[in-house]
T-cell receptor, first 111, second 113 residues
Framework: KQEVTQIPAALSVPEGENLVLNCSFT??????LQWFRQDPGKGLTSLLL?????REQTSGRLNASLDKSSGRSTLYIAASQPGDSATYLC??????????FGTGTSLTVIP | EAQVTQNPRYLITVTGKKLTVTCSQN?????MSWYRQDPGLGLRQIYY???????DKGDVPEGYKVSRKEKRNFPLILESPSPNQTSLYFC????????????FGSGTRLTVV
C-alpha cells in the first residue's frame, strides 16, 4: 500500500523567505502527484498537478518537482507572503482505485 | 465553472436521526469519493465509486452508505448518526484517465449531538 509522508508537520518562516515543502511516497509506480492548499475549516484547493512523465510544474510563485525514482516531490514557494499561511497537502494517484494523501505541512508566514 | 458541489455546508443533528449529504459534479467524472477529515488523522476515505452503480468501501466505511444512480451525483447517507461521526466531510471527483487531478467540494461540517 502506498504511504505518503510530509515533513515537517509545521513550518514557520518570516515574510519574504523562499521555502520548500517535502512529500515522499513509498511506491514509485504513480500516475500523478498533486499539491493542495487548505485553509482552516475549508476545502482543498488544487495548486499543481504533476503527471508521472513530468519533472516539474510551475504556477506563479509556486514550483513543484517530482522525482519518481527516489519517491519524492517538493513544493517550492518563492517570496512567501502572510497569505500563503495554510496547510499544504500532497496526494498521490497510484495503481488501484484510491488516492493517497499526506497529513500535510502547516505553514505560517510571519509578517 | 467546473466544480464539485456539496450540501449542506453546515449541519447539526441529533444522534440517530438519518441524514443525507449531497454531492454533485459537473465535469462528467467517472470517479467520485467521500472523505472525512479529523484533527491529527488527516483525510480518510469513506467510500468511492468508479462509475454509475459501482461503489466500494474505503478505509472507514462503518456507519455510512452511498449510492451512485447517476454519474453526476454521489450522496453520503448516515442512517443512524453517532457523535463519533462529527467531522468535516469532503466529496471529490476525478476522471478515470487521472489526467486532470482530483477536484474537491467545499466541505460539510457535521456535528452530531
Amino acid at each position: 500500500k502506498q504511504e505518503v509522508t510530509q515533513i515537517p508537520a509545521a513550518l514557520s518562516v518570516p515574510e519574504g523567505e523562499n521555502l520548500v515543502l517535502n512529500c515522499s511516497f513509498t511506491d514509485s509506480a504513480i500516475y500523478n502527484l498533486q499539491w493542495f492548499r487548505q485553509d482552516p475549516g475549508k476545502g482543498l484547493t488544487s495548486l499543481l498537478l504533476i503527471q508521472s512523465s513530468q519533472r516539474e510544474q510551475t504556477s506563479g510563485r509556486l514550483n513543484a518537482s517530482l522525482d519518481k525514482s527516489s519517491g519524492r516531490s517538493t513544493l517550492y514557494i518563492a517570496a512567501s507572503q502572510p497569505g500563503d499561511s495554510a496547510t499544504y497537502l500532497c496526494a498521490v494517484k497510484s495503481a488501484g482505485n484510491q488516492f493517497y494523501f499526506g497529513t500535510g505541512t502547516s505553514l505560517t508566514v510571519i509578517p | 465553472e467546473a466544480q464539485v458541489t456539496q450540501n449542506p455546508r453546515y449541519l447539526i443533528t441529533v444522534t440517530g436521526k438519518k441524514l443525507t449529504v449531497t454531492c454533485s459534479q459537473n465535469m462528467n467524472h467517472e470517479y467520485m469519493s467521500w472523505y472525512r477529515q479529523d484533527p491529527g488523522l488527516g483525510l480518510r476515505q469513506i467510500y468511492y465509486s468508479m462509475n454509475v452503480e459501482v461503489t466500494d468501501k474505503g478505509d472507514v466505511p462503518e456507519g455510512y452508505k452511498v449510492s451512485r444512480k447517476e454519474k453526476r451525483n454521489f450522496p453520503l447517507i448516515l442512517e443512524s448518526p453517532s457523535p463519533n461521526q462529527t467531522s468535516l466531510y469532503f466529496c471529490a471527483s476525478s476522471s478515470t484517465q487521472w489526467l486532470h487531478g482530483y477536484t474537491f467540494g467545499s466541505g460539510t461540517r457535521l456535528t452530531v449531538v
